[in-house]
Every structure is written in C-alpha cells, then in structure tokens.
C-alpha cells in the first residue's frame, strides 16, 4: 500500500504528489502513525494546502481506495506577532493597544506585571482580535485593572491553528498615567506689574511639552498673542 500526498492550494509544492510506499509494520491490522519528516525525500512546503489518501490492497487482492482528507494545510512556521503601542517607556492614560499579527492565531495573550508590586494581569485575545492585520487603537474585549502612576512590562504571545508558538513580545517601562500635571507660577499674580518678562513656576511630573503665551493689546484693544515653547530642560518636575 502507499499514501498519496498531493497539492491543491497554498503556496507551490514541486515536488508534488508525494508517494509514500508502507512497509512491515505500517502493513499490519490496526492504528498507525508515520512522521513524514523522518523520510527521505518527503518534505511538504510551508503554506502549501493538500490532499491525502491511502491506496493498496490486502493480501487476497482486494483492492482499497481510502476516504480523501481534503485541503489541510502545512504550517510549520511560527506567527510573528509585533506590538506597535505601546512601546518601551512609554507613558500612556488608557489601555488602547495596537498590534499586529501576520496570520490568524487559535490564542493569544497579553501579559500585564506590575513592575512595583510584581502583581500579574493575563489577558486573554479573542473573536476578531486573533485574525491576521494590523490592530489599532484596540480596546480588548478584556481589559487590565492598571494603577495610576505604576510602571508596567507588556508581554504578547500568541498560538497559530497549526500549533507554532510565536516568539514573546516584551516592552517594559510602561508608566500608567490618569493623573493631570499641575503647573504654578510663583513670581506674577493677577493685576501685577512687572519689569521683567521672567517667570518662576513649579510643576509636579515631567513634561512632553508645555508653552507660555504672552497676551498683550494694542491701543485700538486689538490682541496680539506671543507664545514662548520651553525647552526640554525646563520641562522637568
């Protein structure tokens, strides 16, 4: 008897149809299980979608043509997963996420530790979340309890239908951040008046960025608005 493996779909197998001629054992009565990478020249291509069936005859003659197994496909690659946001020591005020995964996964997870307490938050992707793309600005279907100002590490992993694991996806120093900064300026109060454009202010967290705008009126009353970026080393708590 043989098994015959031919290809219908996927990606091009050249070496298709594949013949594997059985002998001894694997023509007795009863179950059996042949690891097709251990045999010379028998190797299916990757994404490559096939039918198989068995063909042979017993030891009176009569002939046998097994049942198809129709358009199965070969995956022995693992899924690549890439986190887009949020990313190494980012600082973020919500859970959206975006992230891509370049085919359809059977699991998926994304692991949330809190780098303070060492507390663990598993979260579980599912539905339309497991489809192959690019997934922006996604709110899970399960959420993580983070706390307001505590560092996290983000860790992604994922299982394709075929079984491959992917490689983990770890980004760290991920502040969580719902508190609004404060700014206060020591130096000038409502109604002063001033020889000196100089400002004192003091502010509770760093910065992305932050701006002054000097408001003025001409004689007619018309407003002319002067706006002053601070730079980097001015924006530090």
């Known amino acids: ?9 996927g990606d091009l197998d050249p070496k298709s149809p594949l013949k594997i001629n ?6 007795s009565a009863g179950p059996h299980q042949i690891q097709l990478q251990q045999i010379d020249d028998i190797h299916l ?3 490559s979608i096939y039918n198989i069936w068995m063909v042979g005859e017993d030891q009176a003659g009569n002939s046998l043509i097994s049942d198809t197994i ?20 980012d600082f973020i005020n919500t859970v959206l996420i975006a992230y891509e995964n370049n085919e359809r996964l059977e699991t998926a997870q994304m692991t949330w530790e809190d780098e303070t307490t060492g507390e663990i ?3 579980g992707l599912s539905g339309n979340e ?10 899970l279907q399960q959420t ?11 860790t992604i992993s994922g299982r394709d239908i075929a079984g491959n694991i992917s490689l983990p996806i770890v980004q760290n120093h991920i502040t969580y951040d719902i508190t609004k900064p404060s700014l206060v300026v020591d130096n000038l109060n409502s109604n002063d008046f001033i020889k ?12 992305a960025e932050a701006k002054f705008e000097w408001i003025t009126y001409d004689e007619s009353g018309k407003e002319n608005v002067i706006t002053y970026l601070l730079s980097n080393e001015l924006l530090l708590a």
């Open 1 to 9: 008897g043989r098994i015959e493996i031919h290809q219908v779909g």
């Open 22 to 27: 059985l002998e001894g054992e694997n023509l």
């Open 45 to 47: 291509t990757n994404n």
């Open 70 to 89: 129709r358009h199965f496909t070969y995956d022995n690659s693992a899924p690549v997963l890439t986190m887009r946001h949020p990313a190494k020591n």
């Open 121 to 123: 938050q598993n979260v």
């Open 130 to 139: 497991l489809l192959e793309g690019l997934k922006t600005n996604q709110l």
């Open 144 to 154: 993580p309890n983070l706390i307001d100002g505590h560092r996290y590490t983000l």
């Open 196 to 207: 000196s454009s100089n400002v004192s202010y003091r502010i509770s967290e760093k910065l």
